[in-house]
Every structure is written in structure tokens, then in C-alpha cells.
């Protein structure tokens, strides 16, 4: 059930999106604040996740434990960072996502900045190692290695 | 660590890449770095420098050695090597901070680099057994109640301690012009002081015209706490370094109560369980891991010119300073140190409020390997002096009670007196080992009244036929009451002159 959720978690903000959700649905077991049930509504993509939540959390007894669960799972995601010379569209984030739920792990997402110093290319980390696959790298050992000649 | 590699480069050479998760003052938890290892050094993207002081599942704990501050989420790369400091001769008559890295930027490093500037690991491994000696040469500070009664060897640790503003920093000074003009280098470090102090500490020693002879290694109150807390260690590789060449080394650590408190504030801000009085641990083995680099060493030196390697003895005499609340010598760091020193001097605020000069107790004061580098005649001088204290000191509580004096007892108290007026020497004015045995000779014989000693220092200095005198009677006397006869002849020297 969690990994289905987890699955479609493509980057931070998604994760960011889920836990407010969980919140939401949290505070609207015990009725808590109330009017914090309708804040959350206000926004789409919250209520998209709040939605799939809430039908993934079933009946049964059990929700609060359910949810404390789901949200530890959250939390304990893979980050893969990127770093794009280009700001990304949302097919470009989604095809990102992708290859890195295949690649990487199904419990992994992306988090992106952009930094036109990389002029094409991208750089990755993952679990503290770093993957340099930029075009400013390739000039750079381009212009090392070039034989200059009169 | 090399300063001219950019973040990037470190990047790219270890292809391990951290991020900053948390900031606590100066220390801040680092996720990723996965082949990070203890006491390696790291750089932030922002240019700062840190060094990890934890491991941990998810990352390390770095510790920041830098004013300029770290942001949250900001990268992180490893360096792959452990903290060094530049060394070289450039670093005489320089003042430097806790990276070794000159104040003010007088280019100094750069005017010796390729010829002689090399690195040094600051977490070195101390000499073990087999490279050090006994001590057996004295360091003569010049002033006459320490060389006499509290001897200080070279290679000694022998720790300073007192309340505040009692001259502990007088005896230091005085210390370090003596040894400096005696051809020793000599390494100031000023843990977390005031700007003003070092500033008139560096022209204390242009002065003095001792500059080409020292080394300040400094860091001021509102440096980072990691790098408060580096000072001694930089100065103490600095020490090192010039004892490899076979030079002696005077290093003053000025002062290790403001390190330990530093020490606590990191370990407090990083969550280290505390101990007494809220100090970590470790504590003790922080100071001694320093403490333990000092001593009186062989070394090997090879001389490029003649092509030769020669073993020589090179000493790192360590004076800690330590500050005491009223007097008190118990609290835990002052222990902490008395036990991992040679012994210590103590600075008495009676005797300073009472005027004495210097106001070294040496009945408190402790020596423990000094003693066996003075010679049988110094021995016996100190014995009589310590008699003739410890006298003057009981007789003097019998005046608390206004009793009526004897004629003993004011002879006594006369040269309690003397002796004092003896001690309580003109700034900066060192007086050799010989002269202070034959100057105490001419006032226990009667010929003398204490004054005046820079008169005799200058005769010494400047007279050659007084210098024979002195140093011939030093020579030719096997115990204290055969120089108490030849003073005479010195005194009649010296008013001849």
C-alpha cells in the first residue's frame, strides 16, 4: 500500500504535497482543526494526493497508526539530486522521475536546481556520491587534453 | 588541502558530494560523504573550510573553521586529506591565525614557496620513547627567583598558573626575550584574545628586536570556536616543524582555561554528554594529546651544504598558562594540567597585592624535572634561598602579633628583605644564570644590599674583567659557601670599575 503511494512520489515537492495531505487527513480524524480540512482542499495537487491517501488507508481500525506509518516511509525517502543547466519542464521533471524510479529505486525522488554554468548536462547525487556529466566537464578535459600546435 | 583547488575540483577528485542539514554554531550535520573519515577536512561551497569530528549513519558532523557562516542545504565535498598547516622558516616574525595562514596577508608564505614552504599534519602522532632524551640543559629565563628556586628545563612542560593580572604574562615575556636572544624560537599563542593584546605583543617584540625570533600564532574572541580551538594545535606543528631543524623551541600557550572552555561550548553544541563543571569527557585527553608533543628530543638533521646528516638534541618546552579564581588551584582544569605537566609556577594575588615582584610563590610552585639540570653549586643556592624564605616568612607571622623582635629575627627579616629587593628585578632585564648565584653569594656574605642588579647586569654585560671575575668564581666553587668567599672578590671587582 505504501509503495504504491511512494511510487508515484516523483520529487521533494510531491513529498512536501503528501505530508500536508496526511496532515490534513491526520487532524481531520481527530477533528481537530476543522477548518484546516478546507485550507488543504484549496490546493489540487494536495487534494489529488489527499484523495489517493484516503482510498489507500481503507476502513479498517487502525488509520492512525496507518498514517504515522506512511509518514516515516516518507520521510526516510531516497533524494537524488540534479543539477540542470536548463529550468526543466513538467515532461522533462517526469521523464527525470522515471528513469530514476527505474535506475535508482522505486522509493527514490528528485529534487532539481538549475545552473546555466553547466551550459548542457546535468549533475547527480545520490547517497552522498556525485556524478559530474556536464557539458562544462567535457570542455573542460577537452580543453586539458588538446594538443595546441603553432 | 590545498588552498588553490576550488570546491569543484574537490568534487570531482572524490566524487562524494554532503549536505548541510543542520547548523549549530559552529557545528553542522552533513548528510551524504560517505567515505568520510575522522579528522578529515572538507570544504563548503561557499569556500569555508571544516574538519569531521563525527560519523554517523546518515552522515558527519563537521566542524566549521570558519567566522564566515555556513547555510543550511549548501554542498559539501571531502578533501581526502587530514588538516595541514604550512610551515617554514617565513613563519618567523610572523603572526599567524589558526590555519597557519599569515594575518593580514604579508605574502610571506608566497616569498618562500618551492624554496621552503612545506605542509605538516597538524594531528600528528607525538615521538615516541626511543626519540626523546633526558633533560638536562636548563632554560634560563633570566629572572632570578625562577632560575634558582623553580628551574625550568628545556624540553620541560611546566605550567603557569595564577589568578588574573598577578604578571603572568611579565614572567612569559621576560621568558621569551631571554630565550629568543639566546638563539631559541620562540611561539607565542594567544587562544581567543583580545585584538589590542596581540598587537602590542607583536610590538613588544619588534622592540625588543626579538621578532625574527618568534612566532605568534593568534586567534581573537570572535574567531569561530573551531578555530579558538585549533590555536594550540597549529602552534604546537609549527613547534614541530622548527624542532625537526634542530632548533629549540619555547611554546607558550596563552591560555589553556580559554581553550577548555571553548572545547566545552563545541562539545556542548554537538551534544557530548557533560561531565564536571559541563566539560566533555575528553577533556583531558584533548590537552594531553597536546601536551605530549613537548620535550627534549633527538633529532636528525642533514645539512644540504655539507651533504652530512647530524643527530642533534632539540627541545619543545611547553608553557601552558592557566588562570585560577582566588587562588584556587583545585578547580578540574587546573588539576587536569598540573597532572599532565612537569610541574608548574604559581602566581600568588596575596603576594602581588603585597607588592612583591615577582609574585611567584615558591613554596606552592612545583618543579619536577628542572632540579637535575642545575649544577651541585646552583643546588646548594637554592637550598639556602628556600631556607632563608621559609625563615623570613615565619618570622614575619610573628610580627602579625606584634611581638618584640630579637636581634636573630631582624637579621632575618633584613635578608628576607634583600632577598626580595634581589628578586624584584627591572623589566626585561635577564639576568645570567652565573651572576644570580654570585649576586646571592655577595647578599647572604653581607656585600651587598639587593638594589641596583641592572648596574651588575650591565658591568656583566659590558666589562670584561667583571665577567671573568663572576664566571670564575662560579666555576671554582664546588658548594654555596666557597662562592660566598670568592664574592668578595667579585664585589671588589665591581666597585673598582
Redesign the interface.
Known amino acids: 500500500m505504501y509503495s504504491e503511494i511512494m511510487a508515484r512520489v516523483a520529487t521533494v515537492e510531491d513529498q512536501a504535497d503528501v505530508l500536508v495531505a496526511v496532515d490534513a487527513i491526520e487532524e481531520g480524524l481527530y477533528k481537530t482543526k476543522t477548518d484546516v480540512y478546507q485550507q488543504k482542499l484549496l490546493s489540487a495537487a494536495k487534494w489529488k494526493w489527499m484523495k489517493m491517501v484516503t482510498e489507500k488507508m481503507g476502513d479498517g481500525e487502525g488509520k492512525p497508526e496507518w498514517l504515522r506509518e506512511l509518514r516515516r516511509q516518507l520521510k526516510g525517502m531516497m533524494v537524488v539530486r540534479l543539477v540542470l543547466a536548463v529550468e526543466p519542464t513538467v515532461e522533462m521533471v517526469d521523464r527525470i522521475a522515471g528513469w530514476v524510479k527505474e535506475k535508482v529505486s522505486e522509493r527514490a525522488m528528485v529534487e532539481w536546481e538549475v545552473d546555466g554554468g553547466l551550459i548542457g548536462g546535468l549533475c547527480l547525487s545520490w547517497g552522498g556520491k556525485w556524478v559530474d556529466a556536464s557539458v562544462a566537464l567535457k570542455l573542460e578535459e577537452f580543453w586539458k587534453s588538446y594538443e595546441w600546435t603553432a | 588541502m590545498n588552498g588553490r583547488l576550488s570546491f569543484g575540483d574537490y568534487?570531482?577528485a572524490?566524487?562524494?558530494?554532503?549536505?548541510v542539514q543542520r547548523v549549530l554554531h559552529s557545528v553542522v550535520e552533513v548528510?551524504?560523504?560517505?567515505?568520510a573519515a575522522i579528522s578529515e577536512m572538507v570544504k563548503f561551497e561557499q569556500g569555508q573550510w571544516g574538519q569531521i569530528t563525527a560519523l554517523s549513519q546518515e552522515?558527519v558532523e563537521v566542524l566549521v573553521l570558519s567566522r564566515e557562516p555556513v547555510n543550511v542545504g549548501k554542498r559539501v565535498?571531502r578533501t581526502g586529506s587530514a588538516l595541514v598547516v604550512p610551515v617554514g622558516e617565513w613563519c618567523l616574525g610572523g603572526t599567524l591565525d589558526a590555519m597557519g595562514r599569515e594575518v593580514g596577508g604579508g605574502g610571506r608564505m608566497g616569498k618562500a614557496e618551492g624554496a621552503e614552504a612545506s605542509q605538516r599534519i597538524v594531528d600528528a602522532v607525538p615521538l615516541g620513547i626511543v626519540g626523546r632524551k633526558k633533560i638536562s640543559r636548563q632554560l634560563v629565563t633570566g629572572l632570578a627567583m625562577v632560575d634558582m628556586m623553580v628551574p625550568v628545563g628545556m624540553g620541560q612542560r611546566e605550567l603557569v598558573m595564577g589568578d588574573r593580572k598577578t604578571g603572568k604574562t611579565f614572567l612569559l615575556w621576560q621568558l621569551i626575550v631571554a630565550q629568543a636572544r639566546a638563539g631559541s624560537v620562540c611561539i607565542y599563542t594567544a587562544i581567543g584574545k583580545k585584538r589590542t593584546e596581540i598587537i602590542k605583543l607583536g610590538e613588544f617584540f619588534s622592540q625588543m628586536g626579538i621578532t625574527q625570533s618568534t612566532v605568534i600564532v593568534a586567534t581573537v574572541s570572535d574567531d569561530s570556536a573551531g578555530e579558538i580551538w585549533l590555536c594550540p594545535y597549529i602552534a604546537m606543528t609549527i613547534a614541530e616543524y622548527f624542532r625537526d631543524q634542530g632548533r629549540d623551541v619555547v611554546l607558550v600557550l596563552d591560555d589553556m582555561s580559554t581553550h577548555a572552555k571553548f572545547y566545552r561550548e563545541l562539545s556542548l553544541v554537538a551534544k557530548k554528554f557533560p561531565g564536571r563543571d559541563s566539560y566533555p569527557g575528553d577533556i583531558f585527553h584533548i590537552h594531553s594529546k597536546l601536551l605530549e608533543r613537548g620535550g627534549n628530543f633527538e633529532v636528525r638533521v642533514s645539512d644540504s651544504a655539507k651533504g652530512s646528516v647530524e643527530t642533534k638534541e632539540a627541545a619543545i618546552t611547553v608553557l601552558p598558562v592557566v588562570d585560577t579564581v582566588q587562588g584556587d588551584v583545585t578547580g578540574y582544569i587546573q588539576t587536569n594540567l598540573m597532572s599532565m605537566t612537569d610541574g608548574h609556577i604559581y602566581f600568588d594575588s596575596d603576594l602581588f597585592f603585597k607588592g612583591r615582584r615577582p609574585a611567584i610563590n615558591p613554596f606552592v610552585s612545583v618543579t619536577r624535572v628542572g632540579s637535575q639540570t642545575q649544577s651541585g653549586l646552583a643546588k646548594d643556592a637554592s637550598r639556602v634561598l628556600f631556607d632563608l624564605l621559609a625563615n623570613y616568612e615565619k618570622t614575619q607571622g610573628f610580627l602579625r602579633f606584634g611581638a618584640e623582635l630579637g636581634e636573630n629575627s631582624r637579621q632575618i627579616l633584613a635578608m628576607g628583605d634583600k632577598v626580595l629587593a634581589f628578586f624584584d628585578q627591572p623589566a626585561y632585564t635577564a639576568v645570567g644564570v652565573n651572576l644570580q648565584l654570585v649576586g646571592l653569594a655577595m647578599l647572604v656574605a653581607g656585600l651587598w644590599d639587593g638594589k641596583n642588579i641592572s648596574q651588575m647586569v650591565e658591568a656583566y654585560t659590558n666589562q670584561p674583567e667583571y665577567t671573568r671575575a663572576v664566571d670564575g668564581a662560579v666555576e671554582a666553587s664546588g658548594n654555596f659557601g666557597q662562592l660566598m668567599e670568592r664574592a668578595r672578590n667579585v664585589s671588589r671587582v665591581l666597585s673598582s670599575i
Request: glycine share 34%; hydrophobic share 25%.
Open positions: 568534487l570531482k572524490t566524487g562524494e558530494v554532503g549536505y548528510e551524504g560523504l560517505p567515505g552522515g565535498a
